[in-house]
C-alpha cells in the first residue's frame, strides 16, 4: 500500500511541536481553524475544511507519546480514500531544531486522489513550520499558497535593504517602473536623491531604492541584487524596449530555478529570478 511521507525541520522545541499535534488550539493554528480534539488516547478529532461547503475528517487518537510521538486513525472522511488510514507525527531533536518525520500510511492505490492529498500535507506542513517559529500557520480557511512558498524561499535571508547608485534619476527611475510595473516612491533626505521601491515592512524580501549621490559612480558592480519574478523571460523582454541591455538570456539554475543577467540605463546588472 502507497504512503505519503514528508520531513519537515522547524527552529522550536519538540514540546512546543507537539503541544501543535496535539491541543485544539495548535491544530487550529496551523491546519484547519474548524476543529474540536479531544487530546488523550482513545479521543477523536474533528476537523473541518471549507472549499466552497464545509467538509470534515474525523480521527481517533490511536498512540500519543509526550513529546515525540502522535499517531491517528482515520475513521471518517469527507475523502473515502482516507477512512482507514493512519497519521503519524515523528519527532526528534536535532540541534536546536526539531525534526517532524510525517507519514500518512495505508492508501489503497496512488492515484489522482492521493496525489492531491500529497500536495495538501506539503502546504499544511510548512504551515506547521511557519506556525512554530513565526507564531503564525496559514490554516484553513486562511490557505494562503503565496506567503508559505515565500516564507521557504525567504526564510532567514541577512538581506535588510539595497540601494541601486545611478546617475540620471529621470532615465533611470522610468526604466525600473516600466520593467517590473511599480511605481516608485521619493524618499526625504536633503543631501541625497533616493527613489523607493515598493516596500511592505511586514512581508520577506529585502527593500531598496535608487540612489543619486555626487561622489558615487554607478555600473561598477560589485554586488549583484536580483529581483523576483513570475517568469524572468517576461521582465527580460522588456529590458531592451525600455533602455537597458540583456547581457544573458534566462538559462536554468537546477533546482533553484532560472535567471537572466540584464543591465539598466545606468549600466548598472541586475539579476531576474524565477521558479519557472
Known amino acids: 500500500m502507497p504512503d505519503i511521507m514528508h520531513l519537515v525541520r ?62 491517528w486513525k482515520t475513521v471518517a472522511s469527507f475523502r473515502p480514500e482516507w477512512v482507514g488510514t493512519t497519521i503519524m507525527f515523528d519527532l526528534r531533536v536535532d540541534g536546536d531544531d526539531t525534526v517532524i518525520s510525517f507519514a500518512h500510511r495505508d492508501f489503497k492505490e496512488a492515484d489522482e486522489a492521493y496525489a492531491v492529498t500529497t500536495t495538501g500535507w506539503g502546504y499544511y506542513l510548512v504551515s506547521l513550520q511557519q506556525y512554530l517559529e513565526t507564531g503564525e500557520g496559514a490554516p484553513s480557511p486562511d490557505i494562503d499558497f503565496a506567503r508559505v512558498i515565500k516564507g521557504v524561499a525567504m526564510k532567514n535571508n541577512p538581506v535588510g535593504w539595497f540601494e541601486i547608485y545611478v546617475q540620471d534619476m529621470e532615465r533611470a527611475k522610468p526604466f525600473y517602473e516600466k520593467v517590473f510595473g511599480v511605481s516608485l516612491a521619493k524618499l526625504d533626505n536633503p543631501e541625497i536623491e533616493m527613489w523607493a521601491f515598493p516596500m511592505e515592512m511586514e512581508h520577506y524580501g529585502a527593500p531598496g531604492a535608487l540612489v543619486r549621490m555626487p561622489g558615487f559612480s554607478s555600473g561598477q558592480n560589485s554586488v549583484l541584487v536580483y529581483f523576483s519574478c513570475e517568469d524572468c523571460a517576461s521582465e527580460e523582454a522588456k529590458v531592451e524596449r525600455c533602455g537597458g541591455k540583456v547581457v544573458k538570456k534566462k538559462f536554468s539554475i537546477g533546482e533553484y530555478g532560472h535567471i537572466s543577467l540584464v543591465t539598466d540605463t545606468e549600466g548598472n546588472m541586475i539579476g531576474l529570478h524565477s521558479m519557472q
Request: aromatic share 12%.
Open 10 to 71: 522547524a527552529r522550536a522545541l519538540p514540546k512546543r511541536a507537539y503541544q501543535a499535534l496535539t491541543t485544539v488550539e495548535g491544530i487550529r493554528a496551523w491546519w484547519t481553524r474548524d476543529a474540536e480534539l479531544d487530546s488523550q488516547v482513545g479521543g477523536t478529532g474533528k476537523f473541518r475544511f471549507s472549499y466552497k461547503g464545509v467538509f470534515a475528517t474525523t480521527v481517533r487518537i490511536e498512540d500519543l507519546e509526550p513529546p515525540t510521538r502522535v499517531v
